[in-house]
C-alpha cells in the first residue's frame, strides 16, 4: 500500500485547525487505496493551536504533531516537515484551506502518471487584497527576471512531491532552504496543476509585509547573483557619468566658460549621486554577506521542542 503524506505548517490557526483537519479526514478516507499520515508543524504558535493537535493527536495516530521552540518562519516549518515524511508521495499545503485538500484526489493521479513534482497553480485568488495581488506579481516578475531558474508564475508551497525529490531536498547542504525555487531548481518530471485558489476560510493571514519581504529577499538571493552584477553595472555607470562631468569641469576651466565659483551645484549633484550610488551597492553586497554569515553560522534552520507520534 502507497503512502501519502501531509505536511502542513501551523502558526496561531486555533479558528481554523479543527475545520481543516476535518476536510481533510473527510477527503484521505476516500481514498481507500493509500495509507496516510498528516504532520503538523507548530511554529511557535501563541494560541490554542498546540493544545488543539495535541487533542487531535490522542484519538488519531494518523495525526503527527513536530512543535518548535518558537516561531522559525513557514520555510523553515516545511523544511522541518519534510525531513520526518515517511511516504511515498508528500503533499505540502497552508492550514487555512485556501488549498482544498479536495483537490488530492485529482493531484495524486497525476502522481501515479509518472509526474514527480505536481505544483499547484493558482488561476485566480480569491478574497485577497489588491495590495498582496500586487506585491505576489511584483514578487514572480522580479524574480523570474533576476534568477536563474525558471520559478512558475502564481506557485506557492502547495505541491504534491514524490519520494524521490523530498529526499533531494532534504540532503542539500544549505541551512535556509527557499523551497519554491528548490523544488524547481531539482528538475524531475514537473506537472502544473491548475486551480482556484480559495479564500481563507477563518482567522488572519500570518504573512505580514515585513515576512513577505524577507521571503521575496531569501528568494531572490538564493537563487541569483543578478544583484551582484547589477551594483557593477552602475559602477561603470558612474565611472563613465565621473569622467564626463571630469572633461566639463576642465573644458570650463581652460575656456572659462563658466564661473568656476557657482560651480557649487555639480559639486552637490556628484556627491549626492555617487554616494547613493555607494550606499545601494553596499546594502545589496551586505544582504549576500549576511546571508553568507547566516549559513557559515551553522545553526540549525529551527529547534523542535516536542514531537508527538512520531519517534
Ligand atoms: N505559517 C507558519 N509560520 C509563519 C507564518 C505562517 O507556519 O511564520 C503558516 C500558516 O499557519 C499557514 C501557512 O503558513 O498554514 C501559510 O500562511 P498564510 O495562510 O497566513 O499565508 P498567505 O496564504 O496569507 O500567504
Ligand atoms: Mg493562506
Known amino acids: 500500500m502507497k503512502k501519502i503524506s501531509i505536511?502542513?505548517?501551523?502558526?496561531?490557526?486555533?479558528?481554523?485547525?479543527?475545520?481543516?483537519?476535518?476536510?481533510?479526514?473527510?477527503?484521505?478516507?476516500?481514498?481507500?487505496?493509500?495509507?496516510y499520515e498528516i504532520i503538523w508543524i507548530n511554529d511557535g504558535s501563541k494560541d490554542k493551536t498546540f493544545?488543539?493537535?495535541?487533542?487531535?493527536?490522542?484519538?488519531?495516530?494518523?495525526?503527527?504533531?513536530?512543535?518548535?521552540?518558537?516561531?522559525?518562519?513557514?520555510?523553515?516549518?516545511?523544511?522541518?516537515?519534510?525531513?520526518?515524511?515517511?511516504?511515498?508521495?508528500?503533499?505540502?499545503?497552508?492550514?487555512?484551506?485556501?488549498?482544498?485538500?479536495?483537490?488530492?484526489?485529482?493531484?495524486?493521479?497525476?502522481?501515479?502518471?509518472?509526474?514527480?513534482?505536481?505544483?499547484?497553480?493558482?488561476?485566480?485568488?480569491?478574497?485577497?487584497?489588491?495590495?498582496?495581488?500586487?506585491?505576489?506579481?511584483m514578487f514572480y516578475n522580479t524574480l523570474n527576471a533576476l534568477s536563474?531558474?525558471?520559478?512558475?508564475?502564481?506557485?506557492?508551497?502547495?505541491?504534491?512531491?514524490?519520494?524521490?525529490?523530498?529526499?533531494?531536498?532534504?540532503?542539500?547542504?544549505?541551512?535556509?532552504?527557499?523551497?519554491?525555487?528548490?523544488f524547481s531548481w531539482v528538475g524531475f518530471k514537473q506537472k502544473a496543476y491548475f486551480y482556484e485558489r480559495q479564500e481563507r476560510q477563518a482567522?488572519?493571514?500570518?504573512?505580514?509585509f515585513k515576512k513577505m519581504w524577507r521571503l521575496a529577499s531569501d528568494g531572490i538571493i538564493s537563487f541569483s547573483t543578478k544583484p551582484l552584477k547589477i551594483v557593477g553595472g552602475l559602477g561603470i555607470l558612474t565611472i563613465i557619468l565621473s569622467i564626463a562631468i571630469?572633461?566639463?569641469?576642465?573644458?570650463?576651466?581652460?575656456?572659462?566658460?563658466?564661473?568656476?565659483?557657482?560651480?557649487?551645484?555639480?559639486?552637490?549633484v556628484a556627491i549626492t549621486l555617487f554616494s547613493g550610488v555607494q550606499l545601494l551597492s553596499i546594502w545589496i553586497i551586505s544582504e549576500y554577506i549576511a546571508r553568507i554569515y547566516d549559513e557559515t553560522r551553522n545553526r540549525p534552520q529551527y529547534i523542535i521542542d516536542k514531537k508527538i507520534n512520531i519517534i
Open 7 to 35: 505536511v502542513i505548517p501551523v502558526y496561531n490557526e486555533e479558528e481554523v485547525l479543527k475545520i481543516s483537519y476535518t476536510r481533510i479526514k473527510e477527503v484521505m478516507n476516500t481514498l481507500e487505496k493509500y495509507d
Open 51 to 137: 493544545d488543539i493537535l495535541q487533542e487531535i493527536a490522542k484519538e488519531d495516530e494518523k495525526t503527527k504533531v513536530l512543535s518548535f521552540s518558537r516561531n522559525f518562519g513557514h520555510q523553515a516549518a516545511v523544511t522541518a516537515g519534510i525531513k520526518y515524511v515517511t511516504g511515498d508521495a508528500i503533499i505540502i499545503m497552508d492550514a487555512d484551506l485556501q488549498d482544498p485538500p479536495e483537490l488530492l484526489p485529482e493531484m495524486l493521479v497525476l502522481w501515479e502518471e509518472g509526474n514527480e513534482v505536481i505544483y499547484g497553480q493558482r488561476k485566480s485568488r480569491k478574497g485577497e487584497s489588491a495590495f498582496k495581488l500586487l506585491t505576489a506579481k
Open 148 to 182: 536563474d531558474v525558471d520559478i512558475p508564475k502564481d506557485t506557492g508551497d502547495f505541491r504534491l512531491v514524490d519520494r524521490k525529490v523530498i529526499d533531494v531536498i532534504n540532503s542539500l547542504p544549505e541551512h535556509n532552504k527557499f523551497l519554491r525555487g528548490l
Open 203 to 208: 482567522g488572519k493571514t500570518k504573512y505580514p
Open 246 to 268: 571630469l572633461i566639463y569641469s576642465l573644458l570650463s576651466y581652460l575656456w572659462h566658460l563658466n564661473n568656476l565659483t557657482a560651480g557649487w551645484t555639480s559639486i552637490m
